[in-house]
């Protein structure tokens, strides 16, 4: 049966440069999280429409899986994509956390595409399938390289690998979950104005590990960390010291090794 796993991501810094037809533009160091992991499989069943099962509280429309799959339809006009899905079931065991900084509904959309991509024989280039992601979620096109580790740019679709062994990470993701949207939207209002370029020049060529030693300071290494807090002061209580936060959160991790 054909299967795949849509890891989990965290980002090691988040750095926003500005903002354009409502999106942030951003600098960011992705890394791979290899020990968490959605699991997508397509089960033979007889399916009247495109069917979802794993995602519990998410609707099919609203989900990011059904999104990609509508993107590649729209994208291929392929008879072969739509029969294989009147055969077939997606089956998600859903382990990433939600609303989590951790790249999760991303993850499972770029998963799709590139299983379907092969399973359909769609023959669609890494760099089309990438272009086509972005569409679905900024995240997306970091999931379609499937790299350890990447420079992000752009909304997220500019990504370049970068040679680096993945570190070992301990994950805590609270029981708050956090809004990306809200988030970024709490950026603009407060915090846009204090973007200082030259602060964060240089640090895509830093390793994850030496750049995280040398920042020492997970609000500087994540511009949506102080938006975070403002947007859900509860946060403050809950976050462990000396912690670095992912994405919008509310994921914090920190070396292990
Ligand atoms: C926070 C990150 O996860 C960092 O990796 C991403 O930048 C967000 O990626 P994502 O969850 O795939 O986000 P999307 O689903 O594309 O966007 C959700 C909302 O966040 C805001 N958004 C997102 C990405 C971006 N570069 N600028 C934004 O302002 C927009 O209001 C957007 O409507
Ligand atoms: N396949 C999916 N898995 C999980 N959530 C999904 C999916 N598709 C749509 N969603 C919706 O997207 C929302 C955000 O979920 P997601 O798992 O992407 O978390 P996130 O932590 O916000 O991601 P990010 O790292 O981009 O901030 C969920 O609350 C859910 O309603």
Not at 54 to 59: A, D, K, L, N, T
Not at 191 to 206: K, T
């Given at each position: 049966m054909p299967s795949i796993n849509a890891h989990a991501k965290v980002n090691i810094f988040l750095k926003i440069t500005g903002h354009q037809n409502g999106y942030h533009t951003l600098i960011s160091r992705f890394m791979k999280i290899d020990d968490l992991y959605d699991t997508l499989s397509f089960e033979p069943s007889e399916c009247e429409t495109f069917t979802i099962e794993?995602?519990?509280?998410?609707?099919t429309e609203s989900n990011t899986i059904y999104k990609a799959y509508q993107t590649l339809l729209e994208a291929t006009q392929n008879p072969d994509l739509e029969s294989y899905f009147t055969q077939h079931k997606v089956v998600v065991r859903k382990r990433i956390p939600s609303?989590?900084?951790?790249g999760g509904g991303s993850s499972d959309a770029a998963a799709f595409m590139r299983l379907a991509n092969e399973v359909c024989k769609l023959n669609i280039k890494k760099k089309e399938l990438a272009r086509l992601g972005s569409t679905i979620g900024a995240d997306v096109p970091f999931f379609i390289y499937n790299y350890t580790s990447a420079n992000v740019n752009g909304f997220g679709e500019i990504v370049e690998k970068f040679d680096e062994a993945p570190l070992k990470l301990e994950l805590y993701t609270p029981q708050l979950g956090c809004d990306t949207a809200l988030v970024y939207k709490t950026f603009k209002e407060n915090?846009?104005?204090?973007?200082?370029?030259?602060?964060?020049?240089?640090?895509?060529?830093?390793g994850s590990r030496d750049l995280i030693e040398l920042i020492a300071d997970p609000i500087m290494l994540n511009d949506l960390y102080p938006a975070a807090l403002l947007a859900y002061p509860e946060l403050k209580n809950i976050s462990p010291d000396g912690w670095c936060f992912s994405g919008s959160g509310s994921t914090f991790f920190r070396v292990k090794s």
């Open positions: 794993g995602c519990e509280g998410v609707s609303q989590a900084g951790l915090l846009i104005e204090e973007i200082v370029p030259c602060s964060f020049m240089g640090w895509e060529n830093y």
